[in-house]
């Protein structure tokens, strides 16, 4: 659920400028913000896996 928040956010973020020059309603923009969010929070949720099991372990 965070992921699909974190996505939905970031969505929203790169769109509210240009669909608000535009002339796109604040609530659509967001409504499509959360539409995308959703199917892109399990590929981001697998990349950050990824990338994190590439990290170095800690070193004591």
Not at 1 to 22: C, E, T, Y
Not at 48 to 57: D, N, S, V
Request: charged content about 15%.
């Amino acid at each position: 659920m965070v992921h699909w928040l974190v996505d939905s956010a970031v969505v929203f973020l790169l769109v509210l400028i240009v669909a608000l020059f535009l002339g796109a309603s604040l609530w659509g923009v967001v409504i499509a913000a959360l539409l995308i969010g959703l199917p892109l929070a399990p590929w981001t949720r697998r990349a950050e896996e990824r990338a994190l099991a590439r990290r170095e372990p800690p070193r004591a």
